[in-house]
């Protein structure tokens, strides 16, 4: 005998974001102009936003070593406080001067990809411990199956690192490194490998 | 404890055996650009669970017509016309309101105006490729565009995509994000595309296939496709046992 069942439904299936990604999500970039004044997610910041102006560099690297130029990376983070702006954030209201989102193609030439945003504050764990400061990384490009989840840190909170329950959970701690970003003036910088010794660490959350 | 509607938790997990594996050989581009080591998994945090949200004032009046967003004035794009709409649910199938559709595809040749798409197929002067909207309180969305072709691509000798129109998702929370194609009801090229065919359950592909729905056609003018997107669940916290410091 059949009893009930569940309504639930299937998640639509990912198919890759392909090698012309950018025509939809930065046309402005790749000379499709007049149609949005200006592409979605590059500016995450004005100059009222509170806290430590930073810029972060990626770069992202597949299994043969070369740099990728045909990818697009969206980030998603924190304010200076730690909290985000967002109606599901429910210990207070984000600076409103801060989007806290920000996507870009990379650099045609170079395939760096620059963020102008700040350093963001500490969120809480499931448990109410302290994260240390990270940024939310979503990668999409030619190749990738499924947009690609990871997280970015910052070498300069070393203390704030050591203790954080993400990082903590890697069953070989030594592939923290792959994830936390090096400090050179106000420039964070990290290279997000997809494959190979390095390979950073992708999440499934 | 009081009766009040649950708050919202996290995300239903993935169903990494639904989407397509991340080293997917019969399509090329996957060999060295699929992570191989084994993923990282820690329940929701505020990181997860929150995401940006769009408000309708971003968008402009032509931002959900292709046919029009890039044309000269008095012109449009070349092609079969179409409507397609639908609706983004979520896994506990309810509506999501507010969420931001980005969508882009090639012109009625099968061509991309874009530098790095060097196909025969002219470009269309009157078609850029690319539209957005944000659903309704229901979940609604529509847009008008052309029917875009069939193109070849560099994967195998002979490789052909299917009809498509790529689609990117925002839900309510980051790890909602999705990116993901929409086929034509009927097309038979789809069976033979080596990026279909990273897809493992039938029923996944399926999914992804737009039905011709003639009662939401335009007559004299353009014909309708129904393409329903749904977005991962979100769990209610039923009984929670509340932490200290949460």
């Known amino acids: 005998m059949k009893g009930q069942t569940l309504t639930r439904l299937k998640e639509s299936a990912s198919q890759t974001a392909g090698p012309y990604v950018h025509i939809g999500l930065t046309p402005n970039f790749c000379g499709i102009t007049g149609v949005y004044p200006e592409d979605l997610g590059i500016r995450m910041v004005n ?159 | 404890m009081k009766n009040a509607r649950p708050t919202r938790g996290g995300f239903f997990q993935r169903d990494r055996t639904w989407h397509p594996p991340a080293f997917a050989p019969g399509y090329r581009s996957t060999v060295v650009r699929s992570p191989q080591r084994a993923p990282l998994s820690f329940g929701n945090t505020l990181s997860e669970i929150t995401g ?19 044309a000269k004035p008095g012109e449009s794009a070349i092609g079969p016309r179409i409507v397609v709409y639908g609706q983004v649910l979520d896994e506990n199938a309810r509506p999501v309101p507010n969420v931001l559709l980005e969508f882009w595809q090639a012109n009625a040749g099968g061509r991309y105006r874009h530098k790095k798409d060097g196909y025969l197929a002219p470009l269309d002067p009157n078609f850029g490729g ?25 994967n195998g000798i002979n490789d052909w995509r299917p009809a498509h129109i790529h689609f990117a998702v925002f839900g309510h929370g980051f790890v909602q994000r999705l990116i993901t194609q929409m086929y034509f009801e009927g097309d038979p090229m789809i069976a033979k595309c080596p990026i279909v065919r990273t897809i493992p359950d039938e029923r996944a592909i399926q999914s992804l296939i737009a039905a011709l729905d003639m009662e939401a056609t335009i007559p004299m003018d353009a014909r309708a496709y129904k393409f329903d997107i749904v977005l991962r669940g979100r769990r209610s916290t039923l009984f929670e046992n509340k932490l200290e410091g949460n």
């Open chain 1, 47 to 205: 100059e009222k936003t509170k806290g430590e102006r930073i810029t972060v560099k990626l770069r992202l690297i597949d299994g043969t070593g070369s740099v990728t130029k045909d990818a697009l990376i969206e980030i998603w983070q924190a304010d200076a406080d730690g909290l985000y702006n967002s109606p599901d954030e429910p210990r207070g209201k984000a600076d409103p001067n801060f989007t806290g989102w920000g996507r870009q193609p990379s650099d045609p030439e170079t395939g760096v990809f620059t963020f102008e945003t700040v350093k963001p504050g500490r969120v809480p764990f499931m448990d109410g411990r302290m994260q240390a400061p990270h940024i939310s990384l979503w990668i999409a490009a030619r190749g990738i199956n499924i947009g690609l989840q990871s997280r970015l840190y910052f070498g300069d909170e070393e203390q704030a690192n050591a203790e954080d329950p993400v990082l903590s959970r890697l069953e070989h701690p030594s592939r923290a490194a792959t994830l936390i970003a090096q400090r050179d003036g106000n420039t964070y910088s990290l290279d997000i490998h997809l494959q190979g010794e390095k390979e950073t660490v992708f999440f499934d959350v």
């Open chain 2, 52 to 70: 940006p949200v769009f408000g309708h004032s971003m968008l402009g009046e032509l931002d959900n017509d292709l046919i029009l967003n890039y």
């Open chain 2, 130 to 154: 690319c539209g957005r909207t944000i659903t309704d309180e229901d979940g609604h969305y529509s847009f008008r565009t052309v029917m875009p072709g069939a193109y070849p691509w560099p």
